[in-house]
C-alpha cells in the first residue's frame, strides 16, 4: 500500500515539470553512449538492405532531382534578389537588432542512439545535449519535417517527443500552433494527433479560411516555442470541426517517426540575449 | 533446490535491455514499429520470477523497470517500475506454489505476466489522462502482438537461462522432480 502510495506520487511529480536530476542525467549518459555504439552500426547495416532492394529506383530519382536542382537555382536567384530587398527595407524601417536576428536559426545535427519501447511514451534519444547547447522544447526536424520537441536533456544526450505523443488534452500538453505556407494570414490552427485513426489534424481553422487539400502546413512561430516555418505536413481533405464553428484538415505528416536515422535541431537566437 | 546466479543474470538483463532500444527497433518493419514494442528485462524478471523467488523478483522488476522509465522518460516516469515490481511478486507468488519448472509453466508464466504488464501500464497512462485510446483497441493493437512476441523471446532465451545463469544445488531432487 505504501509503495502504491510512493508510485503515484513519484509519478504525478514526475508528470509535468522541466529540467531534470543527476541520477536522470547520469543514467543517460551512461547508456546513452553504448547505445550510440549499437544503434549506428545496426542502422547502417538495416538501410544497406533497404537501399539494395530500391536500386531500381534510382533512375528515376535522380530525374526528379535533376529537375527540382533546376528548380531551386532559379528560386535561389529569385530569393537573393527578395533578401537583399528586404534588408534594404529592414534599414529603411529602423528595425532593432533583436528583430533583424529573429529568424536566423541554427541547425545542429544529430545523431540517433535509440528509440523507446514504451507505446505511450514513444521518445527517440539524440546524441547531443546541455554540452552542446541543446535546451528544452526546441525544434527536432528532418530534411523532410518537423519530428518533435526536445524534451529532457542531459549532459551529452537528450530525448526528443514526437509530435505524434501530443495529445491536446493530455495534462502535459504543448501545444504546436501551424499554418498554411502561403496563406499565413489567414489560416491558422492547432496540430493534434489521433492515435486510434493514426492521423494528424490540424483544428480550430478558421471557417473562412481556405485550406485545400494538398497545401503545406508549416509551424506558426506563435509563441516564440517553435520557430517558424517548420514543414509539418500536406492537407489531406478539410471538414468541419467538432462544433461545426471550425474546421479540422487532416495532414499527411511529412517526416516520419521511426527507424530515424539523423535529425537535425533547430536553435533559434535567444530573444533574452543581448 | 534451484537457485539463480544473480550477477551474470543482471548483465544479461542490461544487454537485452542495450539491445531492445538500440537494435530491435532497426529489426521490426515501420508498419509495425507501434505494435510491437517489446520489453526483453520483463521476460528476465519472469524468469527470475520462476526461479529465484518473489523478493529478488520485485527488487529486479523495480530496478529494471525504473531503468526503462528513465529511458524513455517523455510524460512520466514509474508506470512501468510500478508494473514489473508488481507482477514479479505476483508471479514469483505463484510459481512458489508449485515444485516443478516446465518450459510451458515458464512460458504461460511470461505470456500471461506481459499481457498484465501491457494492461497496467495502459491504466496508468489512462489514470493520468495521458492516453484516450480505447481498451479493446490496445489490446488488439499492442497488447496481444507484443505479448507473442515476447513468448517467443521467453522461449529464446529459455535454454541459455538454465544453462548459465541457474546452478542446481542439490543434483538428486532435480533427478527425482
Known amino acids: 500500500m505504501i509503495g502504491l502510495i510512493l508510485f503515484i506520487a513519484v509519478m504525478g511529480f514526475t508528470l509535468r515539470r522541466s529540467g531534470s536530476t543527476w541520477p536522470e542525467r547520469f543514467v543517460n549518459d551512461a547508456f546513452g553512449s553504448v547505445q550510440g555504439v549499437l544503434y549506428k552500426p545496426v542502422g547502417a547495416v538495416a538501410s544497406f538492405f533497404r537501399d539494395l532492394g530500391r536500386l531500381s529506383d534510382v533512375y528515376k530519382e535522380n530525374e526528379e532531382l535533376r529537375k527540382t536542382v533546376a528548380r531551386y537555382t532559379q528560386d535561389r536567384i529569385h530569393y537573393n534578389t527578395i533578401e537583399s530587398d528586404n534588408k534594404r527595407y529592414q534599414e529603411l524601417l529602423h528595425f532593432t537588432e533583436t528583430q533583424k536576428q529573429f529568424y536566423n536559426y541554427k541547425y545542429l545535427f544529430a545523431q540517433v542512439i535509440a528509440s523507446s519501447t514504451n507505446p505511450y511514451d514513444k521518445t527517440i534519444k539524440i546524441l547531443l545535449g546541455s554540452r552542446d547547447g541543446i535546451k528544452e522544447r526546441m525544434a527536432v526536424i528532418t530534411a523532410d519535417g518537423l519530428v518533435g520537441l526536445v524534451s529532457s536533456v542531459s549532459e551529452f544526450t537528450s530525448t526528443v517527443m514526437p509530435i505524434t505523443e501530443m495529445d491536446p488534452s493530455s495534462p502535459d500538453v504543448i501545444s504546436i500552433s501551424a499554418t498554411i505556407s502561403g496563406k499565413e494570414d489567414e489560416a491558422f490552427g492547432i496540430i493534434e494527433y489521433n492515435k486510434e485513426s493514426k492521423s494528424l489534424l490540424m483544428s480550430k481553422i478558421d471557417e473562412n479560411a481556405k485550406v485545400e487539400k494538398g497545401d503545406t502546413v508549416v509551424t506558426a512561430g506563435k509563441g516564440n516555442l517553435l520557430p517558424k516555418g517548420l514543414i509539418i505536413g500536406t492537407v489531406l481533405s478539410n471538414q468541419v470541426g467538432d462544433y461545426g464553428l471550425t474546421h479540422t484538415a487532416t495532414i499527411q505528416p511529412a517526416a516520419k517517426f521511426d527507424h530515424l536515422y539523423e535529425v537535425m535541431v533547430v536553435v533559434a537566437p535567444d530573444p533574452d540575449k543581448p | ?177
Open chain 2, 1 to 177: 533446490m534451484m537457485t539463480m546466479r544473480m550477477n551474470r543474470t543482471i548483465v544479461a538483463a542490461l544487454v537485452l535491455l542495450l539491445l531492445q532500444t538500440a537494435v530491435i527497433p532497426w529489426a521490426i518493419p515501420s508498419a509495425w514499429s507501434d505494435r510491437l514494442l517489446p520489453h526483453l528485462p520483463f521476460v528476465m524478471t519472469m524468469f527470475v520470477a520462476a526461479f529465484a523467488g518473489r523478493h529478488r523478483a520485485f527488487l529486479f522488476g523495480l530496478g529494471f523497470g525504473l531503468l526503462e522509465d528513465t529511458l524513455s522518460y517523455g510524460h512520466m516516469i514509474g508506470a512501468y517500475a510500478f508494473g514489473m515490481a508488481l507482477l514479479g511478486y505476483l508471479v514469483g507468488l505463484l510459481a512458489e506454489q508449485r515444485t516443478t519448472r516446465t518450459l510451458a509453466f515458464t512460458l504461460l508464466m511470461i505470456g500471461l505476466g506481459s499481457g498484465l504488464l501491457d494492461l497496467l501500464v495502459y491504466f496508468v497512462y489512462k489514470l493520468f489522462l495521458l492516453t484516450h485510446l480505447s481498451v479493446a483497441y490496445v489490446v488488439y493493437w499492442q497488447v496481444v502482438p507484443t505479448l507473442l512476441l515476447q513468448t517467443f523471446a521467453g522461449l529464446a532465451l529459455y535454454l541459455p537461462v538454465r544453462r548459465w545463469f541457474i546452478k542446481t544445488a542439490a543434483p538428486k531432487e532435480e533427478a527425482a522432480a
